[in-house]
């Protein structure tokens, strides 16, 4: 253990992955995760170590305790190595709207590591030592940045971990969840951090489940649904390509393959990024620069003070998000987009629900592409980012768990399948994940 | 409804009033033509037919969860984080 904040340290030279790496050991403990260092994302709150989601409106906020996904790895023995970077917020695909660390992507370094979850990623990618990512993920930042540098990153159902002391971007869509180098670590690190909270009514109230017990290298019987829609105009062909080489493995391996249709799909965007504009509009009104992070010396009334600070502490894509938030829930507008996109939402479930009757999972590509290259991204107009995220929106719409394995590369860049099931239905990804990995 | 939607720089700078955040002039002219844009696109969910159809405002059933109404002390300073405080008080701008 003694070296691994030198190691972290070096590697956060290299790939900028940290926002804050812990300055001392902590005593060894017993527990299943004896000896592993875990990373946490920069929005979950950690005792005493800054906590700044990416922001700097944020910035020097020492939490004075721990999130219970933190609390209950501490418990279990994990040592925190460090707070990851991270989108400001999560509000991002490729980790690059931040005022802080930018990481970049081990396979290339002038490429993304995918977002909002990219520090994790990349962590969890060139770790040298024992070493699980705590991420979160609202429309996709666990499974793209997990894609991109070619990890297993899992999402877990709405409500299966408890989001007491994360630092909130849209409360009906975040999910804690875990990244790791294989499907039995990300198993393990959820059977950790899953179970009921008293601090999180939303935390739905099932049993504690030991996930490593579906480390199982068997899909016989497993009938895999592949999505039309998922395949469809967009999705680079060599992607498309490698993803049904990992389908047709499992079907080898004794799963079955039927074609099924989410016509909801291509909608699910719109509809995404209303809600989650609209829910990260109200949640950052919180940040006034009074109680923490950013405190500027008090000039003028509350109005100006306020409109000042946030304006200051609040980055671009922060600063969008409010204003298209704040729009669509006005009144005369609201029942044409925030409450039509709740609508449509429950269209994407249905479409889910529908394909679940047929099928165990789905399997898809992660990501339409493989991480782009930063001078990409600096020309992509909002709304070109915003559609990046067209194959992991609406599974994170519907708050249903998915699992992105790796699954080959093109050109060197790193492909995922993203396999999803229905809710609470973790343990046939894991399964799944477990035995395409092993084979 | 949509179709009849005007966004200018005005509304957006309504918006950003209400929303307490100042902008600068850049931001203003910029921000008004990227939401221009992204609700163009957007617009795309209005072919959802979506009569009949309740609003999904959770992912899942939530139920609420109940406790004890029972006091716990906790052992860490909620002002310890503020600069702005005065005694046991966090000190605020003036409100006129």
Redesign the interface.
């Known amino acids: 253990m003694k070296n691994v904040i030198r190691k972290a340290t070096a590697i956060d030279e290299k790939f900028h992955v940290f926002n804050t790496i812990a300055d001392r050991l902590e005593a060894e403990r017993e527990g299943r995760l004896a000896g592993v260092a875990v990373s946490v994302k920069d929005n979950i709150c950690t005792k005493n170590m800054e906590t700044a989601a990416g922001s700097k409106i944020l910035e020097g906020y020492s939490p004075p305790f721990d999130a219970t996904v933190v609390e209950k790895c501490r418990n279990e023995g994990a040592f925190i190595v460090g707070k990851t970077t991270m989108d400001e917020f999560g509000f991002g695909t490729f980790n690059v709207n931040t005022p802080y660390s930018v990481p970049v992507n081990p396979h290339d370094t002038d490429r993304s590591c995918g977002g909002s979850s990219g520090g994790a990623a990349c962590l969890t990618a060139v770790a040298d030592f024992p070493h699980l990512a705590i991420a979160e993920s609202t429309g996709g930042s666990i499974s793209c940045p997990a894609a991109f540098c070619g990890v297993v990153g899992l999402t877990p159902t709405y409500g299966r971990t408890s989001r007491w002391g994360l630092v909130d971007y849209a409360n009906s869509l975040d999910k804690i969840g875990c990244m790791a180098k294989t499907a039995a670590g990300a198993a393990l690190l959820l059977s950790v951090i899953s179970g009921p909270d008293e601090y999180d009514s939303t935390v739905l109230g099932v049993p504690d489940e030991d996930f490593t017990r579906r480390l199982v290298d068997s899909v016989e019987g497993l009938e895999i649904g592949v999505p039309d829609e998922y395949f469809a105009e967009g999705v680079d062909e060599e992607v498309a390509k490698l993803v049904w080489g990992a389908i047709k493995c499992l079907e080898g391996l004794g799963a079955s393959i039927q074609n099924v249709s989410l016509p909801h799909t291509g909608v699910a965007l719109a509809s995404y990024y209303i809600i989650a504009m609209s829910e990260a509009s109200t949640n950052l009104a919180k940040f006034c620069g009074l109680r923490y992070g950013l405190q500027p010396p008090l000039e003028g009334n509350f109005e100006e003070q306020f409109s000042k600070v946030r304006g200051r502490g609040f980055s671009d894509e922060a600063k969008r998000r409010v204003i298209l938030g704040t729009f669509a829930r006005m009144a005369g507008y609201r029942d044409a987009y925030y409450i039509k996109a709740m609508k449509v939402r429950t269209r994407v479930i249905e479409d889910f629900k529908r394909a679940f009757k047929e099928v165990d999972i789905l399997a898809a590509p992660t990501m339409p592409v493989t991480a782009p290259r930063f001078e990409e991204i600096a020309e992509m107009e909002p709304i070109r980012q915003y559609m990046m995220d067209m194959l992991t929106v609406a599974p994170n719409l519907a708050g249903i768990p998915m699992i992105s394995v790796p699954c080959g590369a093109v050109g060197g860049l790193p492909v995922g399948l993203h396999l999803m099931a229905d809710h609470l239905r973790e343990g046939e990804l894991i399964q799944a994940a477990y035995a395409y990995e092993v084979n | 409804?949509?179709e009849s939607?005007k966004i200018d720089r005005e509304?957006?700078e309504r918006?950003?009033?209400?929303?307490?955040?100042?902008?600068t002039e850049e931001?203003l002219e910029r921000?008004t033509e990227?939401?221009k844009?992204?609700?163009n696109?957007?617009?795309?969910?209005?072919?959802?037919d979506?009569d009949d159809?309740?609003?999904?405002?959770?992912?899942?059933e939530?139920?609420?969860?109940w406790?004890e109404d029972r006091a716990k002390r906790?052992d860490?300073?909620?002002?310890?984080?503020?600069?702005?405080t005065e005694g046991r008080y966090?000190?605020?701008?003036?409100?006129?």
Not at chain 2, 41 to 48: I, L, P, R
Not at chain 2, 53 to 60: G, I, L, R
Not at chain 2, 76 to 84: A, R, T, V, Y
Request: no cysteine; net charge negative.
């Open positions: 409804m949509t939607l509304l957006v918006i950003a009033k209400v929303s307490r955040l100042e902008l931001e921000f990227q939401l844009g992204i609700l696109a957007f617009k795309e969910m209005d072919e959802v979506t159809v309740e609003p999904s405002f959770h992912p899942v939530v139920k609420n969860v406790r906790w860490w300073d909620p002002l310890g984080n503020s600069e702005h966090i000190k605020g701008p003036k409100i006129t």
